[in-house]
């Protein structure tokens, strides 16, 4: 077919008819159609090809990250090298309580045996019978599980091995063990699915960046500041089978869901449905997400109030929210933390303030409407919550409010000193504003926020300043949406993980992950144009990059360097011993830790462990330490016997450990137990000599086990 004759022509101002524009001549011109064509087609396969592209560097990135945790735990640990009792061990505190739960299931029967016995637990905290499966969000332990028998069932079929097995020779007069490698080996089949998902997750903060940024240099911005400052942004290489290193990831990605969301001209209800799915992937993994799921709700509501977006982007956000949290809630079959939490209370009030929009939007003066719409925000969240925890009586969650409330004021008691004495739990140390300030991930957000804030207010000075314009972006439409909505939900979202990390120090897993991904925005053209042409921008960048990886290389090499090789002879001794020596229904009371690890080990009866939110394991918790507080020991006894416990570890580091001034276990006792304030502890009693309310029926260098007679 002949491509169309095209003739110019022009408009006469005077009558507004179109006529040939003087000076052009008439004859045709040279057809362009096709070769427009060609060009959006190459246009196009670059485009196709470059998004390859970068999807290929992502895979490149994730199994970089991988390969590197992977080989720090490897190098820390040896753990190629450990028989399969050292490698449970290995796993000490809450890591060994959740990695019991998934040895339950993988050597049962039948799998559903093994769900049965995880859901009607009687072992860990007798004589209760529990469902750990509720208690302790253990789905990331029941995937692995089915994974494992489906792995084991389709290589026996196939008849190839799955595992490869030696004796190691251990040395220094202990007995010689078997090693066995391979994903065959229950403990590697678990630690290598968690290195994998943390390999996706910087995957994922790649195309973040890249996203965020609008550049592919941004998404490198992200990935080398996350590197040069590994060690403040995860401890996965250290902790796997802790929950945050499965439910960080989804974190990760149910954020990346909602920046598309708020950047996005269109919405629709499908976004909700991938938020909820996302919502629900980082929730039942971990108790804690409903924290960093309110800092996000606040975050995204703030934007709302400001007029970023409107009514109906901000409905498909909080269905996306109830979606999640409906089904996390069945799933966690009606956990009580979910429904006391201030997650729910203000995902209740906020949905409320947004359906009521008409009225408030009715009071017109926009400072007025933002003091009503937080007023019924803070108000309305406290009341919900505290209604709901005194309609159905429920404490679980208490113990947070007493450890804020203990950090800003001289309020303590038994459990918030077990807390706040420990370091994860106490303020951002002194250190870690330091140690982002050398690597310039600090310097380097702050020109970002300074860059960022000062272009917003310009442009919200420029709407106001031409009312028409500002009455279309900010009252009059349910649809209504503003550039850069995402910018300013990411501003609050650090702003809240900034306040986290400071009050719990542990947290700043939330908060150096986001400084990274915030210093992508370097690379955005929109923001940093004014630096002058895209190679002289990106030629800043990367120098940048090489004066970040100064302090960054040498942080690298550091954590290269750190070389071991996990050995607990004391506590092996001890766990064989248990296994040899006790019945199967011994029922064993102690330190947290230990107590995880002979659950792991031993399948004995405990009456407490390391999970420490639920009010009533508390409790126990603490009439179990009452063998480190000065009651006299008769005391002590009756306390425990009447538990059930015919078995109780002593460790004799508890009992003159100290962390700093009042952490002792003695003083945290003394807040609660004033009348027996100056007495001898009663485990350096126990210690020196425990008859006649106990018998020493082992012990070695480290631990103590003590018959209650």
């Not at 050995?567 to 830790?593: D, H, Q, R, Y």
């Not at 008769?634 to 100290?658: A, F, H, N």
Request: charged content about 20%; glycine content about 6%; some cysteine.
């Amino acid at each position: 077919m002949a491509p169309r004759k095209r003739q110019v022509q022009g408009t006469d101002a005077a009558n507004g008819k179109s006529s040939p524009i003087k000076g052009v001549s008439k004859h045709k011109l040279v057809p362009k159609s096709r070769s427009g064509d060609e060009d959006s087609s190459k246009k196009n396969a670059t485009s196709v090809w470059y998004k390859i592209g970068i999807v290929f560097l992502a895979f490149i990135i994730g199994y970089t990250h991988r390969n590197h945790i992977a080989n720090m735990f490897e190098r820390d640990r040896h753990f190629s090298h450990l028989s399969t009792l050292e490698r449970e061990l290995a796993f000490r505190t809450e890591m060994g309580l959740y990695y019991s739960y998934y040895k339950t299931m993988i050597e049962s029967p039948t799998f559903l045996e093994g769900l049965d016995q995880v859901m009607s637990d009687n072992i860990t905290e007798f004589p209760l019978t529990i469902n750990t499966l509720k208690r302790f969000n253990l789905y990331p332990e029941v995937v692995l599980a089915v994974g494992f028998r489906i792995y084991e069932g389709v290589n026996r079929a196939l008849q190839r091995p799955t595992k490869m097995c030696w004796n190691v020779n251990r040395g220094q007069g202990l007995s010689p063990v078997q090693s066995c490698e391979g994903l065959g080996e229950p403990s590697y089949f678990y630690v290598e699915h968690v290195f994998f998902l943390n390999g996706l997750m910087m995957s994922a903060l790649f195309l973040f960046g890249t996203y965020l940024s609008g550049s592919l240099f941004g998404g490198v911005l992200t990935v080398a500041s996350f590197f040069f400052n590994h060690g403040e942004a995860t401890r996965v290489q250290w902790t796997p089978p802790l929950r945050e290193s499965f439910a960080y990831p989804f974190l990760v990605l149910q954020m990346f869901l909602v920046t598309h969301l708020l950047r996005s001209q269109k919405c629709s209800y499908i976004h909700s449905v991938f938020i909820a799915m996302s919502t629900v992937m980082f929730m039942l993994p971990w108790q804690f997400a409903q924290f960093a799921l309110l800092t996000e709700l606040i975050a995204v509501f703030a934007t709302y109030v400001l007029g970023y977006i409107g009514s109906r982007k901000m409905k498909v956000f909080l269905m996306g929210l109830w979606g999640g949290f409906l089904v996390s809630y069945v799933l966690l079959f009606g956990n009580a933390m979910l429904l006391t939490s201030f997650f729910f209370s203000g995902m209740f009030i906020i949905t409320l303030i947004v359906l009521l929009e008409p009225a408030i939007e009715a009071l017109r003066i926009p400072p007025l409407i933002w003091i009503v719409q937080g007023g019924m925000l803070a108000v309305g969240t406290l009341g919900i919550k505290f209604a709901v925890a005194k309609l159905f009586n429920i404490a679980d969650d208490a113990h947070i409010g007493d450890i804020f409330r203990s950090k800003f004021s001289d309020y303590k008691n038994f459990h918030t000193m077990l807390y706040t004495c420990a370091a994860e739990f106490d303020f951002m140390e002194a250190e870690t504003p330091w140690r982002v300030l050398k690597t310039l991930l600090a310097p380097a957000v702050i020109v970002v926020l300074v860059v960022v804030v000062y272009n917003l207010l310009s442009a919200e000075y420029t709407r106001w300043t031409n009312r028409s314009e500002a009455d279309i972006y900010i009252r009059k439409q349910t649809n209504r949406s503003k550039p850069n909505a995402e910018i300013v939900y990411h501003l609050f979202q650090l702003a809240a993980f900034t306040i986290m990390a400071v009050i719990i120090m542990r947290l700043k897993l939330f908060w150096t992950p986001h400084l990274c991904l915030m210093t992508s925005l370097l690379a955005s053209r929109q923001f940093f144009g004014w630096l002058g042409s895209r190679e002289r921008h990106y030629a800043m960048l990367a120098i940048l990059v090489a004066c970040m990886g100064i302090q960054g290389y040498s942080n690298l090499q550091t954590q290269w360097n750190i070389r071991g090789e996990f050995s607990n002879a004391p506590l092996e001794e001890m766990v064989e011993w248990i296994k040899a020596k006790t019945t199967k229904n011994a029922v064993f009371a102690g330190p947290m830790p230990t107590m995880a690890t002979v659950k792991l080990c031993t399948n004995r009866p405990i009456v407490n462990h390391p999970h420490y939110e639920d009010a009533g394991l508390r409790e126990r918790t603490k009439k179990v330490y009452m063998m480190y507080s000065r009651k006299p020991v008769y005391e002590v006894k009756k306390t425990i016997q009447d538990m059930g416990v015919d078995y109780v570890v002593l460790e004799d580091s508890w009992c003159v450990r100290r962390s700093r001034q009042g952490c002792s276990m003695a003083e945290i006792w003394d807040i609660e137990d004033e009348a027996n304030q100056g007495q001898t502890p009663a485990c350096a009693v126990l210690r020196d000599n425990p008859e006649p309310h106990f018998k020493k029926v082992f012990q070695n260098n480290v631990y103590q086990i003590l018959k209650i007679t």
